[in-house]
């Protein structure tokens, strides 16, 4: 997704609370969790502040969309429950931010997710399956991901993620992307396809056996 680098509503942090957290194979930590007022798109997205976020020089950061399937139900078909908790960890590490972002489905939303399922299971890929459905390949827009970085004093940026669009899309909404970092591959029987149609169709960079 392209996006045009226009002013969007300034925004501000409205609450700050301490969360522990605790990941099903028993690794835990804590984060400062964020919410905000005036975000672009109206949703309520979240930032959590790990490790030393606030002495980090270049915050590692991972905008993560939301995956009920995956991060809630530990779903094979795609590899974001075993990204967020690597991401939790490496940037707890490092000190930044995780941006939890409300796009379900590259921004389709669940249910348009879960026919999209059923369009993969009678042989279209991730993309051709959201495209079938009448909607984009991918509707995600970054622009209140760049709203909540900038709020939060972190225009320079380490980036965790595989996918170029993101790295595209903050720098064209004003975040200094000084390092795109790759997340670990996490493929499984079930989410091959997935994956191989990430690296094909757009991009993404995930070092897949042959």
């Known amino acids: 997704m392209t996006v045009d680098a226009v002013p969007a509503p300034s925004a501000g942090i ?114 051709e399956a959201n495209v079938a459905l009448g909607r984009g390949e991918d509707e995600r827009d970054y622009t209140a991901a760049a709203q909540m970085l900038t709020v939060l004093g972190a225009q320079r940026i380490r980036l965790l993620s595989n996918n170029p669009d993101k790295a595209a899309q903050l720098s064209a909404l004003g975040v200094s992307v000084v390092e795109r970092i790759p997340t670990g591959v996490h493929m499984s029987a079930a989410n091959v396809r997935y994956l191989r149609a990430k690296v094909e169709r757009t991009g993404h960079s995930l070092a897949l056996p042959a």
């Open 14 to 127: 409205r609450t700050k609370v301490r969360v522990p957290l605790r990941f099903p194979d028993g690794w835990g930590t804590t984060a400062d969790v964020f919410t905000f007022n005036g975000l672009a798109d109206g949703k309520e997205h979240l930032a959590l502040g790990l490790g030393d976020y606030a002495n980090a020089d270049v915050p590692l950061v991972r905008p993560h969309s939301e995956c009920m399937t995956g991060d809630v139900f530990g779903s094979e078909r795609c590899d974001c429950g075993p990204q967020l908790r690597e991401a939790v960890e490496r940037i707890s590490q490092s000190g930044g931010y995780l941006l939890y972002l409300r796009q379900e489905g590259r921004g389709i939303g669940l249910y348009a997710k879960l026919d999209a399922y059923a369009l993969q299971d009678q042989g279209l890929d991730t993309y």
